[in-house]
């Protein structure tokens, strides 16, 4: 059984498009984040939800917007994609807000043409 | 601006030997330190934490934490092959909701 999952695992697509990417755990964690990790390998942190509530909102462009349905479902939809927004996008889940024990989804690896 | 900084290697050990990582932060309210191991191509996954100052121990692996020269370490002993990845150094503050993540060390072990 997966413990976090993604969809889609791979998204080709090209410039100005919009997409999305789904996230679901069954682990029955509060708090969930969408993760960007570029071509150097960096993490950076996108957004949080702790119980569908917004929690962290990083300096993200107005182009990417979270939703959370419910606790276990947390999904990214981004607007005008742009060459830039090429990179890998983590899904992970903690069990408290802020805690540093996550568990992360397989990633979803976009590439913009 | 809180940073968490590590060598990104790599770091080349032959199997059997000990791997030593290293990681400093720069916020002296930090709490919490975490590693995880990311192989090529897939996503972190945590393989220790520690608290509180010293030593924690996890079968072949051991973080160590000194909060005064604010840095902590991974030992990882009888290295092997499969030991192979990058490490990745995180940090929680007390109060802060995310984790500040280090940019990892790349960590070969050669049979």
């Known amino acids: 059984d997966t413990a976090v999952s993604q969809t889609p695992k791979y998204l080709v697509t090209q410039m100005g498009n919009d997409k999305s990417i789904k996230c679901e755990q069954n682990l029955g964690h509060d708090t969930m984040y969408w993760y960007k990790q570029d071509s150097k390998k960096f993490l950076k942190i996108m957004f949080s939800y702790n119980n569908k509530e917004l929690i962290i909102n990083e300096t993200v462009p107005n182009r990417f917007s979270p939703k959370s349905p419910d606790k276990a479902h947390l999904n990214l939809h981004i607007n005008s994609l742009e060459l830039g927004d090429s990179a890998v996008y983590f899904c992970a889940s903690s069990p408290r807000t802020g805690g540093g024990e996550q568990y992360f989804g397989p990633g979803t690896r976009l590439t913009v043409t | 601006q809180k940073e968490v900084e590590q060598n990104s290697g790599p770091l080349s050990v032959p199997e059997g030997a000990i791997a030593s990582l290293n990681c400093t932060y720069s916020d002296r309210g930090s709490q919490s330190f975490f590693w995880y191991r990311q192989y090529s191509g897939k996503s972190p996954e945590l393989i220790m934490f520690?608290?509180s100052n010293g030593d924690k121990e996890d079968g072949r692996f051991t973080a160590q934490l000194n909060k005064a020269s604010q840095y902590v370490s991974l030992l990882i002993r009888d290295s092997q092959p499969s030991d192979s990845a990058t490490y990745l150094c995180a940090v929680r503050s007390g109060n802060n909701r995310k984790l500040i993540w280090g940019l990892g060390t790349s960590l070969a072990v050669n049979p």
């Open positions: 520690i608290y």
